[in-house]
């Protein structure tokens, strides 16, 4: 992304409203934990990054939510996990842990143990479901269809193409069931490029 680059220089834009946004909003809320949702490829991970790299004081713990799925059939197991075994004794002032998937032995490659008293994020397909348990700064970021697909596709060079249909329908459901694009505090909507 470069200042020549109309497109670019929109998007970096874009991105630093959002982020600003954000902030203004964690701090007028007191947030300790921050939801990062929408559909594959829509910016999620982006937003999250820009947000780390922004964040005043200690950094928040970032925790993606790619990392936890327990495959591609893992969109609600991995929500309900997070939202048990992290995000609930995260507010409890606990310890918490999630489970590192590794998608190439299709196991638990590893457990992460999280300790209370810094900014929880979590940002994935499912974040809100994974942070249900508690008073959350819920961030909802879309795109178009094609945008989105695109830049899911391109993203993980191939990798994901099989599974894209499997996912798209896990997404539809979590929608269909949760509708949480309404929950949400900030939306953010990134253009079309």
Same mark, same amino acid.
């Given at each position: ?5 109309? +497109? ?7 991105? =630093? ?12 809320? $007191? /947030? ?24 005043? @004081? ?12 327990? @495959?591609?059939? $893992?969109?609600?197991?991995? @929500? ?12 409890? @002032? /606990?310890?918490?842990?999630? $489970? ?23 940002? $994935? ?12 700064? /819920? ?10 697909? +695109? ?5 993980? =060079? ?13 997404? +539809? ?21």
């Amino acid at each position: 992304m470069s200042a020549s680059d109309p +497109r670019g220089a929109a998007a970096a834009g874009a991105a =630093a409203s959002a982020v600003r946004v954000v902030l203004e909003r964690c701090r007028t809320a $007191g /947030a300790r934990v921050v939801a990062i949702d929408g559909p594959s490829g829509s910016g999620k991970s982006t937003l999250a990054d820009a947000l780390l790299r922004a964040w005043p @004081g200690p950094a928040p713990e970032l925790v993606r939510l790619d990392d936890v799925y327990p @495959g591609w059939n $893992g969109l609600e197991p991995a @929500g309900a996990a997070v939202a048990h075994e992290l995000v609930a004794r995260h507010a409890r @002032g /606990a310890v918490g842990r999630w $489970g590192r998937w590794d998608w190439a032995a299709e196991r638990v490659a590893s457990i992460e143990r999280s300790r209370p008293g810094r900014v929880l994020i979590v940002e $994935g397909c499912g974040a809100f479901a994974a942070t249900a348990p508690v008073e959350t700064l /819920a961030v909802w970021v879309e795109a178009s269809p094609r945008v989105r697909k +695109r830049r899911a596709l391109e993203r993980d =060079a191939g990798a994901f193409d099989p599974y894209w249909d499997l996912w798209e329908r896990q997404w +539809r459901r979590y929608v269909a069931r949760t509708a949480p694009a309404r929950r949400a505090d900030v939306r953010v909507r990134v253009a079309d490029d």
